[in-house]
Antibody
Framework: EVQLVESGGVVVQPGGSLRLSCAAS????????MHWVRQAPGKGLEWVSL????????YYADSVKGRFTISRDNSKNSLYLQMNSLRTEDTALYYC????????????WGQGTLVTVSS | QSALTQPASVSGSPGQSITISCTGT?????????VSWYQQHPGKAPKLMIY???NRPSGVSNRFSGSKSGNTASLTISGLQAEDEADYYC?????????????FGGGTKLTVL
């Protein structure tokens, strides 16, 4: 059974930093591109970032480019999101999602970890 | 403002069929067969219902179908059931930015009357 378990979400002040983690199991982690997708309270989904199977390619939404860094450790079946210079508009539930492998679709999602940016 | 445009809400009675549209541009929906649809119940993570315009993942009911014409993709749910009441989001690969990325629609709330 595929499982994605996010952690690391907390309340942080504007300008602060945070690292989210996602522990993956139930599939061959290093075969797949992985993504972070976020959802602000009461709002829709927003794609944040992706990383290729080997970490060689990383892409970011314009809203987080230069502030967030995605990475992975295939030896630990883990995905990460380093978040710097946080803004109030970064407040959201952050989901880790597995790419289906055939295109930009997400076939498995975690339950999310809540990041609140507030003073 | 979302990159893909969806109606804010749709409704239907049990047993009926409904269609949710997702309108983009030639840089996303119209340019690639990488349109996906997600169902999200309150307090739950999204669930993939359709990928690559019209493919259903294993385990998804065949009451759900997807199609595309030009820059508009559509999700059709036939034989509406109470458990279909949820928010639905479309997404697409897009080359409108460099490097390319993924964009979502704003979401559609489906109410089963």
């Amino acid at each position: 059974e595929v499982q994605l378990v996010e952690s690391g979400g907390v309340v942080v002040q504007p300008g602060g930093s945070l690292r989210l983690s996602c522990a993956a199991s139930g599939f061959t982690f290093d075969d797949y591109t992985m993504h972070w997708v976020r959802q602000a309270p009461g709002k829709g989904l927003e794609w944040v970032s992706l990383i290729s199977w080997d970490g060689g390619s990383t892409y970011y939404a314009d809203s987080v480019k230069g502030r967030f860094t995605i990475s992975r450790d295939n030896s630990k079946n883990s995905l990460y999101l380093q978040m710097n210079s946080l803004r109030t508009e970064d407040t959201a539930l952050y989901y880790c999602a597995k790419d289906i492998g055939l295109g930009a679709a997400f076939d498995y999602w975690g339950q999310g970890t809540l990041v609140t940016v507030s003073s | 403002q979302s990159a893909l445009t969806q109606p804010a809400s749709v409704s239907g009675s049990p047993g009926q069929s409904i269609t949710i549209s997702c309108t983009g541009t030639s840089s996303d929906v119209g340019g690639y067969n990488y349109v996906s649809w997600y169902q999200q119940h309150p307090g739950k993570a999204p669930k993939l219902m359709i990928y690559d315009v019209s493919n259903r993942p294993s385990g998804v009911s065949n009451r759900f179908s997807g199609s595309k014409s030009g820059n508009t993709a559509s999700l059709t749910i036939s034989g509406l059931q109470a458990e279909d009441e949820a928010d639905y989001y479309c997404s697409s690969y897009t080359s409108s930015s460099t490097p390319p990325e993924v964009v979502f629609g704003g979401g559609t709330k489906l109410t089963v009357l």
